[in-house]
Nanobody, 115 residues
Framework: QVQLVESGGGLVQAGGSLRLSCAAS????????MGWFRQAPGKEREFVTAINPWGDGTIYGDSAKGRFTISRDDAKNTVFLQMNSLKPDDTAVYYCNTLPTSFSWGQGTQVTVSS
């Protein structure tokens, strides 16, 4: 069955960096656009960024522009999110999924940015 397993979150001070990973299985990963999403406490899940199946096209939400970078490794069925210059407002649970979302959400990985 399809699995999306996010990892790499943690507690970091404002201005710090984290690199998230999402290991996918159960579908033909290389043929899907992949995205990162996040949900802060009390808020709706929001789009962060996405990458096309060929890895040469990306889009970013306003909150991620200039600070976050998405990439993928199709040999490892993994999508990454490099997050720099983190802010307390980036605190959320981060999830990956296809774009548009096709599969059940994984458990996500918690990112907490302290001020």
């Amino acid at each position: 069955q399809v699995q999306l397993v996010e990892s790499g979150g943690g507690l970091v001070q404002a201005g710090g960096s984290l690199r998230l990973s999402c290991a996918a299985s159960g579908f033909t990963f290389s043929t899907y656009p992949m995205g990162w999403f996040r949900q802060a406490p009390g808020k709706e899940r929001e789009f962060v960024t996405a990458i096309n199946p060929w890895g040469d096209g990306t889009i970013y939400g306003d909150s991620a522009k200039g600070r976050f970078t998405i990439s993928r490794d199709d040999a490892k069925n993994t999508v990454f999110l490099q997050m720099n210059s983190l802010k307390p407002d980036d605190t959320a649970v981060y999830y990956c999924n296809t774009l548009p979302t096709s599969f059940s959400w994984g458990q996500g990985t918690q990112v907490t940015v302290s001020s």
